[in-house]
């Protein structure tokens, strides 16, 4: 009987997890997809499918315009597809497009001007950042902004802190030109540089020094069966009060900083995008739906608060994530934009065909191998193997 009651008690809490990774994942997807639409839209063109998920269709509903809103049973990402779309990754079709009859090609993607091309494409992931953004501003407002002074208490002796001269009572001011408003940003920033020189502006009483400090790099477990490295330089804060906390901010300033966080969220997936392909960090570190999931389920512990900065911080990457200049993203679609802006024609159909075929080979490839990295860190977890 108490197996069977583990059993049960483990089965809730895995569905409680995916309910609640699905509820994140929608809402970012679906602010992504109507960041497309919307645009689409405004620009005159047709919209024939609003899809979230893939596969067969659950449910849903034709609009006045016939646009079909739909819900299918791979809930993993969503599509908007235009009536002369070849596929769900708006591959263009000039077979679909001689089809059209005269009135309906006015309603064609690809026969509007390509600044509106440009700009349906470059809505979704501009409506993931408008996403964040909020989130963050609206989290602040709502909960007030916690933050530990960025005053050094212990220096570690035989750490990069002490070896740069780095005393207790220094205030740290700035990072490699990031401006420091609290002890977090120290942490954030020195734990992304393991290795790096990094330039530090501290105050000293009335004076002002500039330190070079090279964190040292140290691998830690995650809480998911993982390691990671991370740059340490020996220092800890004079006291953490402040983060017990919470000050309220006005509208202007949780706006700014939600700006402020949602850069700093993009700026640190570049950094761990050259990390991984430098070889900084392993590449096993990446992961995808089972690892997103379990974070979101950790994070949901915490309450309100931390769910709704995941999620902004799940909107800013996936933002990014589809800039990124691979054919059948929508940053493979502004790459082809842009070289038609250049070269006065469109690519040849051809050599698009050509790239989103290497495009879906690499979003494949790059699925497969977050997901088995996903089943070896659950595989790790259960066994207890390193």
Known sequence: MLTLANAAASMSGVLITIVQFLIVLTIVVFVHEFGHFIVARWCGVSVSTFSIGFGREIFGFNDRKGTRWRFAWIPLGGYVKFVDDENAASQPSADRLEKLSVSERSGAFQTK????????????????????????????????????????????????????????????????????????????????????????????????????????????????????????????????????????????EALRLGVRETYTNLVHTVQGIADIVTQRQAADQMGGPILMAQVTAKVAEGGLEPLLRWVAFISANIGFLNLLPIPVLDGGHLVYYAIEGVMRRPLSRRMQEIGFQIGVALVLMLMVYVNLNDLLRVWRGWTGAG
């Open 113 to 252: 001007p390509l600044w509106q091309r440009a700009a349906v494409v470059a809505a979704g992931p501009m409506a993931n950042f408008i996403l964040a953004i909020m989130v963050y501003a609206g989290v602040n407002m709502a909960y007030g902004v916690r933050t530990i002074a960025p005053v050094v208490g212990e220096v570690k002796e035989g750490m990069p802190a002490a070896m740069a001269g780095i005393k207790p009572g220094d205030v740290i001011k700035s990072i490699d030109g990031w401006t420091v408003e609290g002890f977090e940003d120290v942490q954030r920033i020195v734990g992304i540089s393991g290795g790096k020189p990094l330039k530090i502006g501290v105050e000293r009483g009335t004076e002002k020094l500039d330190l070079t400090v090279t964190p040292e790099v140290r691998e830690q477990p995650d809480s998911f069966g993982g390691t990671f490295k991370r740059g340490l330089i020996g220092v800890t804060p004079s006291s953490i009060s402040g983060y017990n906390e919470a000050k309220p901010v006005s509208a202007v």
